[in-house]
């Protein structure tokens, strides 16, 4: 399972871009760079996923390095309610199991 | 918009006492998970389920624990002997297509389990 690094913690102001790192340097040609989020004491919530082209839905972007070692999930106007533990996870193959970090908690102010 | 449903929300039972924990998933979605996160640590994956089979399960998911599709709509998690450990909130998710294509798992919003 590739590993991934993400710093433990950031602060975003309300209505600020928020942009969330992630290193996946081992990822496979063939897993995705899937996005979840959990609020507090909340069930995880998919965000956005992709393999190698930059994506983009209604709730953020996630942006790719053409290496694929690294991707940025981008919140563009980040609100008090997007305060969170985001997790990169990378994911596919033959397993379906999502394999949660530690994540990075978002922390937006007012 | 459709969601996971799970039942209870809390549930206090007794070291030794069997649980069932009770899930409905998005009903066109075809695979079935149970997660658990301890207070303070990290979701952990228990158990995949698909075609009313098992398709993967973790180290975790022992003897003690059971899935079932009892219907077309329910998705349950059994503990038979709930020890201290298995104190955490428990998370039923769904998703409609298996791993490597369009996956994006739904998880329910969890049963919290106190076994004291």
């Known amino acids: 399972d590739a590993k991934t690094t993400q710093p433990p913690s950031m602060d975003c102001a309300e209505g600020r871009a928020a942009n969330l790192p992630c290193n996946h340097s081992t990822i496979s040609g063939n897993e995705y760079v899937y996005w979840y989020r959990q609020i507090h004491s909340q069930g995880p919530q998919y965000i956005i996923h992709?393999?190698?082209n930059n994506e983009t839905n209604e709730m953020a972007s996630l942006i790719i390095t053409e290496d694929r070692k690294s991707s940025t999930l981008i919140l563009p106007h980040a609100t008090l309610r997007d305060t969170a533990v985001y997790y990169c996870i990378p994911y596919g193959g033959a397993t379906n199991k999502l394999i949660f970090g530690t994540g990075t908690l978002l922390a937006v102010q007012p | 918009e459709p969601e996971v449903t799970q039942t209870p929300s809390h549930q206090v039972t007794q070291m030794g006492q069997e649980v069932i924990l009770r899930c409905v998933p998005i009903?066109?979605?075809?695979?079935f998970y149970w997660y658990r996160q301890i207070l303070g640590q990290k979701v952990e994956f228990l158990v995949s389920?698909?075609?009313?089979?098992?398709?993967?399960k973790s180290e975790i998911f022992d003897d003690q624990f059971s899935v079932e599709r009892p219907d077309g709509s329910n998705f349950t998690l059994k503990i038979r002997s709930t020890k201290l450990e298995d104190s955490a909130m428990y998370f039923c998710?769904?998703?409609?297509?298996?791993?490597?294509?369009?996956?994006?798992?739904?998880f329910g919003p969890g049963t919290r389990l106190t076994v004291t």
């Open positions: 992709g393999l190698k």
């Open positions: 009903s066109n979605h075809l695979y």
């Open positions: 389920f698909y075609n009313n089979e098992i398709s993967e």
């Open positions: 998710a769904s998703s409609i297509q298996p791993a490597g294509i369009r996956n994006e798992q739904y």
